[in-house]
């Protein structure tokens, strides 16, 4: 069975701190891919990741960054929270192949204090 | 510009009736795919189906049925005999062939099935 998890279903942070979102996949996908999703905008895509030590900017990269070192594992970095990063943050998979689906984790719902 | 469009405001359905979610999409890639998300209150984003753009017929997938209209950049999402787990956000989205994988995602439609 499919599996993408993440670190944390609810995290509670303060303005400056810096924060990790960790993503683990087991079924040994190329892509992997951090959205931020907010009520009426839908998801938008932060950065995705293609294959290891690869990374690109998706629509939203402002005040984030991110760290594939191996196949498995997707981590989002915040390098100083703020505010306005209160969000829900889900973490996707997918095979390179087109027609594939996305597989996504459970969600960490992040407020920032 | 936004490449995927859905409008709906939220919807209530009965019970056991059909519901159509729109689905428009704009792209000049003659290589896509559209696929369409379910997201319940819990809120984990569950795959329902999936449709190529080379496909000569709608996709289904048990109650859920996709109404492509190529021509129309038209991909609706058709849910037979609503039951009321299927009470939840649905996303429309689009992956193009030179887009790296990324999908784009629309604002999603609310439905809420009542007894």
């Known amino acids: 069975d499919v599996k993408v998890t993440q670190s944390s279903r609810y995290l509670v942070k303060r303005t400056g701190e810096k924060v990790f979102l960790e993503c683990v996949q087991d079924m040994d996908h190329e892509n992997m891919f951090w959205y931020r999703q907010d009520p009426g905008l839908g998801l938008r895509l932060i950065y995705f990741?293609?294959?290891?030590?690869?990374?690109e900017k998706g629509d939203i990269p402002e005040g984030y960054s991110v760290s594939r070192e191996k196949k498995e594992r997707f981590s989002l970095i915040l390098e100083s929270a703020s505010t306005n990063q209160t969000s829900m943050y889900l973490c996707?998979?997918?095979?390179?192949?087109?027609?594939?689906?996305?597989?996504f984790g459970p969600g960490t719902r992040l407020l920032v204090l | 510009a936004q490449k995927i469009t859905q409008t709906q405001p939220g919807m209530f359905v009965q019970e056991k009736e059909a519901v159509t979610l729109d689905c428009t999409y704009d792209?000049?890639?003659?290589?896509?795919?559209l696929f369409w998300y379910k997201q319940p209150s819990s809120g984990e984003m569950i795959f329902l189906i999936y449709q190529g753009s080379y496909d000569q017929q709608n996709a289904t997938e048990g109650r859920y049925s996709l109404n492509f209209q190529k021509a129309r950049k038209s991909a609706n999402l058709v849910i037979s005999a609503s039951q009321l787990g299927d009470s939840a956000m649905y996303f429309c989205?689009?992956?193009?062939?030179?887009?790296?994988?990324?999908?784009?995602f629309g604002k999603g439609n609310q439905v809420v099935v009542i007894p």
């Open positions: 990741s293609y294959d290891v030590k690869m990374k």
């Open positions: 792209t000049s890639d003659p290589s896509y795919g």
């Open positions: 989205a689009m992956r193009e062939s030179y887009g790296n994988n990324r999908l784009a």
């Open positions: 996707a998979s997918s095979p390179a192949e087109i027609q594939e689906t996305q597989y």
